[in-house]
């Protein structure tokens, strides 16, 4: 019975790693393909092309895989075991964002969501595909609608019983599964998570202006970041925490199970000065393993380095005065950039 079938799937997700686990069908977000489309033609996707070009698969799941009849939604928590705004006043370290501390969690919820698949087959039959953040799949408003949490006015997915520090991955499926109720939001009139962003990302709630967002700055933007953005960015060298710190919602934060999720040794506030100096080599065997490498060294130094310009800092200066001939022009620019903000 499909019933069954569904209750020991959620016994198996539990077993296997996973901190929440629920089910929706693939014509569950019928309003996400406009949402998408309003979203790339007000251009707040910035750089990132492949949101355009994989619009029609991203935004209807029925498109991506016919054959597909349920998808299994499931979340995985990382909360850290710190508050990250506190970092923020350490101005010669930098801030990584808390899912990028660890083993890429690309790596390890895919791991976690085949063993998962492979049961699903050995028990029951049928095919399946998954997915983690690499496909054109809209997770949250599927975990939405599969009942794991609500989209929140900072456009990621948030739950009263995780907060909102968690993984999404899912599990498409020919087996029709009794879905679950989608999750009703209980933002209210909080603004915590607006009124925190350093950058004004939020043109109104629920809305992202992704070309402000230090997140998408920090990671997907290519090339200089606009000059009247650099100095928002303040110590932050790899994503932002800023909007998911303040949530009132992570009263409830489910603790983190996953030991690779764990801070790794000199991630947490690690010294600027010491990542100015990494050179390609360097810069890949420091991060091997995790999120960062993917951004490579050019991408990552010129962050670097302006959170030396915003350090208020006088002995990083040489530091930055160092690189203002690098070969990469994009770091050079920062880094002559930096020398300028310490002056």
Same mark, same amino acid.
Request: aromatic content about 8%.
């Given at each position: 019975?499909?019933?069954?079938?569904?209750?020991?799937?959620?016994?198996?997700?539990?077993?296997?790693?996973?901190?929440?686990?629920?089910?929706?069908?693939?014509?569950?977000?019928? $309003?996400?393909?406009?949402?998408?489309?309003?979203?790339?033609?007000?251009? $707040?996707?910035?750089?990132?092309?492949?949101?355009?070009?994989?619009?029609?698969?991203? &935004?209807?799941?029925?498109?991506?895989?016919?054959?597909?009849?349920?998808?299994?939604?499931?979340?995985?928590?990382?909360?850290?075991?710190?508050?990250?705004?506190?970092?923020?006043?350490?101005?010669?370290?930098?801030?990584?964002?808390?899912?990028?501390?660890?083993?890429?969690? $690309?790596?390890?919820?895919?791991?976690?969501?085949?063993?998962? *698949?492979?049961?699903?087959?050995?028990?029951?039959?049928?095919?399946?595909?998954?997915? +983690?953040?690499?496909?054109?799949?809209?997770?949250?408003?599927?975990?939405?609608?599969?009942?794991?949490?609500?989209?929140?006015? $900072?456009?990621?997915?948030?739950?009263?019983?995780?907060?909102?520090?968690?993984?999404?991955?899912?599990?498409?499926?020919?087996?029709?599964?009794?879905?679950?109720? !989608?999750?009703?939001?209980?933002?209210?009139?909080?603004?915590?998570?607006?009124?925190?962003?350093?950058?004004?990302?939020?043109?109104?709630?629920?809305?992202?202006?992704?070309?402000?967002?230090?997140?998408?700055?920090?990671?997907?933007?290519?090339? !200089?970041?606009?000059?009247?953005?650099?100095?928002?960015?303040?110590?932050?060298?790899?994503?932002?925490?800023?909007?998911?710190?303040?949530?009132?919602?992570?009263?409830?934060?489910?603790?983190?199970?996953?030991?690779?999720?764990?801070?790794?040794?000199?991630?947490?506030?690690?010294?600027?000065?010491?990542?100015? &100096?990494?050179?390609?080599?360097?810069?890949?065997?420091?991060?091997?393993?995790?999120?960062?490498?993917?951004? *490579?060294? *050019?991408?990552? +130094?010129?962050?670097?380095?302006?959170?030396?310009?915003?350090?208020?800092?006088?002995?990083?200066?040489?530091?930055?005065?160092?690189?203002?001939?690098?070969?990469?022009?994009?770091?050079?620019?920062? =880094?002559?950039? =930096?020398?300028?903000?310490?002056?």
């Amino acid at each position: 019975m499909p019933e069954d079938l569904k209750s020991e799937l959620l016994n198996r997700a539990r077993e296997f790693g996973f901190t929440a686990c629920a089910v929706t069908r693939p014509d569950a977000i019928p $309003h996400a393909p406009e949402r998408l489309r309003a979203f790339v033609e007000a251009g $707040h996707h910035g750089q990132m092309g492949w949101m355009a070009e994989r619009m029609h698969w991203r &935004g209807d799941p029925t498109a991506l895989w016919p054959e597909a009849r349920s998808v299994i939604m499931l979340a995985e928590a990382y909360t850290p075991d710190h508050n990250p705004l506190d970092l923020l006043a350490l101005r010669d370290r930098g801030v990584v964002s808390a899912y990028a501390q660890g083993r890429d969690y $690309h790596d390890v919820v895919k791991k976690r969501l085949k063993r998962l *698949g492979r049961w699903l087959i050995e028990t029951a039959g049928g095919e399946i595909k998954v997915f +983690v953040d690499t496909a054109p799949v809209m997770e949250k408003p599927l975990a939405e609608a599969a009942g794991l949490g609500w989209q929140g006015k $900072h456009t990621n997915l948030l739950s009263r019983e995780l907060g909102n520090w968690f993984f999404l991955g899912a599990i498409f499926t020919t087996h029709a599964l009794p879905p679950d109720a !989608p999750a009703e939001e209980r933002c209210g009139s909080c603004r915590a998570c607006l009124d925190v962003c350093p950058t004004n990302a939020f043109p109104a709630p629920y809305q992202l202006d992704a070309r402000r967002c230090i997140s998408y700055l920090t990671i997907e933007h290519h090339g !200089p970041v606009p000059e009247e953005l650099r100095s928002k960015m303040g110590n932050r060298i790899y994503g932002c925490d800023d909007c998911l710190a303040v949530c009132p919602w992570n009263k409830f934060a489910a603790e983190a199970r996953e030991v690779k999720y764990a801070a790794r040794d000199g991630m947490i506030a690690p010294d600027l000065a010491e990542l100015a &100096g990494l050179d390609d080599a360097a810069f890949r065997a420091r991060f091997s393993g995790s999120p960062i490498k993917r951004i *490579g060294r *050019g991408r990552f +130094v010129r962050n670097v380095l302006y959170a030396i310009g915003n350090s208020g800092t006088p002995r990083l200066q040489p530091v930055a005065q160092g690189l203002c001939e690098d070969a990469d022009p994009v770091v050079a620019d920062a =880094a002559k950039w =930096a020398v300028a903000q310490l002056g």
